[in-house]
């Protein structure tokens, strides 16, 4: 039989041309649905490139203790304490005891040391012996004067009755006069013996160390055993004093001014301070007055500038920046608070007299007018256009403009 060889190959399965599965149809058009979310993130990503990236930052609330103006003049000081001491003893002795600790608050005269008073002691006790010893004298002469004076009287008697001579008189006259002389100076020993045992018991007083007035112990500089002295006279190892005591009511600030700016400054100006310790604390406070002098060293006048009221966490030597506010309005105005918000310094805009920001909403900015008030520390006081918790672009770029899309580069605050 013969076979046809053509059918014979139309047979033939070809094993290198395998026919197209479901599962090929499926990876076939996972393959199209990457390829079109990856042209449609390239688009987007296109189209987002074409929003300006800018730093951002929130408006945050500030309340001001004071409804006075902007600030007309910022100052930096300290804060410092009118009544201050440094204790010591009149006399060089010995530390026996110390009596305080650093933060102790101490009354006005209250014993805060003591030195050692052995010596001083037996000196006072000498001294009262020595005056009750010129009081015995004394009033051994006082009878002696009344006997005296008794013998001058009969002797009298008896002269007038020619009993005895004249000269018996004159001796009598005399032992009178001698005994009387006597007297006067034994009680001017007794007053010097008087005067003797003050001094003594001055001295044994000078030994105890008190306070000058109330306030509180910021240093506490001797210890028992160790030697004081008013005028260091024993060299480097005596101490000059037992403590320094601050007077916590005299609180108040000093600041330098430039001569050039003193004449933005006057009494009874509200001022606002800020402590370095407390950069978010605004403490209400007030010119005392202007130092008449001015220092040609620094060309720089000195400020007293008091708080309106003291807390504990004022502390002396406290670094501290002043702000000198403009007034406005009477006293009433002044006393009321006034709501404020504050953003970075680079977040304001100033053309001419015309002061911006860039307001984003909805990834969008646009133009706000805004009044300012004081700056510290690099923000700015916003009295109006901005409320607390709007975004603002924070230096914007050159050449933005109103409507233009905007994207979050940094949040700041």
Do not use: C
Not at 274 to 288: E, G, K, M, Q, R
Not at 402 to 407: H, K, Q, R
């Amino acid at each position: 039989m013969s076979f046809d060889q053509n059918a014979l190959d139309s047979l033939r399965i070809d094993r290198n041309t395998e026919p197209e599965t479901a599962s090929g149809k499926s990876y076939k058009g996972f393959l199209i649905v990457v390829l079109v979310i990856a042209v449609a993130a390239a688009a987007w990503a296109l189209l987002r490139n074409d929003a300006i990236q800018v730093q951002t930052a929130t408006a945050v609330a500030a309340t001001t203790g004071t409804g006075s103006g902007p600030a007309v003049l910022n100052a930096s000081g300290y804060v410092v304490a009118r009544r201050q001491a440094t204790v010591s003893s009149k006399v060089t002795g010995k530390v026996s005891e110390v009596m305080i600790e650093e933060g102790m608050e101490v009354k006005d005269n209250q014993l805060i040391a003591r030195l050692d008073d052995s010596t001083a002691r037996q000196t006072y006790a000498l001294s009262k012996s020595q005056l009750e010893s010129a009081r015995t004298r004394l009033r051994e002469v006082e009878v002696r004067l009344a006997e005296a004076e008794r013998t001058l009287r009969r002797t009298e008697k008896l002269r007038a009755d020619k009993l005895v001579s004249e000269s018996a008189l004159d001796a009598s006259q005399s032992e009178v006069a001698a005994t009387r002389a006597r007297l006067e100076a034994l009680r001017s020993e007794v007053e010097v013996a008087e005067g003797t045992v003050r001094v003594r018991a001055q001295d044994l007083e000078d030994l105890l160390v008190r306070a000058p007035f109330d306030g509180v112990v910021v240093s506490k500089d001797a210890q028992p055993g160790e030697m004081v002295s008013p005028i260091s006279a024993g060299g480097g190892f005596t101490r000059t004093g037992i403590a320094t005591i601050v007077d916590m009511t005299s609180r108040e600030i000093e600041v330098d001014v430039n001569e050039s700016f003193i004449n933005r400054v006057r009494e009874n100006q509200r001022t606002e301070a800020v402590l370095d310790a407390y950069p978010d604390w605004i403490i209400p406070s007030h010119v005392i007055n202007i130092v008449p002098t001015a220092d040609r060293q620094k060309a720089t006048v000195r400020v007293r500038i008091g708080f309106d009221q003291l807390e504990p966490r004022i502390l002396p030597d406290m670094g501290v920046k002043v702000s000198f506010l403009e007034d406005r309005g009477g006293p009433e105005q002044n006393a009321a608070p006034r709501a404020i918000v504050k953003l970075p310094a680079n977040a304001i805009v100033r053309e001419g007299e015309t002061t911006f920001v860039w307001r984003i909403r909805d990834e969008k900015v646009e133009r706000v007018a805004v009044r300012t008030g004081g700056e510290r520390d690099g923000q700015v006081e916003v009295l109006s256009g901005i409320n607390a918790g709007e975004t603002v672009a924070v230096a914007p770029a050159e050449g933005l403009k109103e409507g233009d899309s905007v994207e979050a580069a940094a949040a700041g605050g």
